[in-house]
């Protein structure tokens, strides 16, 4: 399987959050993960931006960030040019759902860890 190119937003540095276990997850799958996040922070040597990195070749965006709080990242979102975006558990929005596929991204409404495990990703 090869890498898919994965942008986490709503990453965080506490080992109980589910962002944090997406992180380590991906890596662990050999998947390049940007983790993006309010804080700077770290998860095993995985940086977390506290800013919006320029991030060229995204496939996935897994996000992490729930619906009241999503209208500031959609325009970086859109910069990323994935082709989709994860809208895990907590993150369904309809209107997000709406504004992926005007984007062009495919939204897909699951969880990135069951993903991974079962060999959906």
Known sequence: ?????????????????????????LHKHNHEVVAVGLREGEI???????????????HTVSLYVGPANQP???DYIASLKPRRLILNPGT???????WAIAQGIEPVEA???VMLSVGTY
């Open 44 to 58: 095993e040597g995985i940086k977390i931006h506290a800013d919006r990195p320029e991030v060229k070749d995204v």
């Open 92 to 98: 369904e929005n309809e209107n997000i759902h709406q």
């Open 72 to 74: 500031p990242w959609l």
């Open 1 to 25: 399987m090869s890498s898919l190119k994965t942008v986490v937003i709503g990453a965080s540095d506490n080992p109980e959050r589910y962002s944090h276990r997406a992180v380590r997850m």
């Open 111 to 113: 969880c990135t860890l």
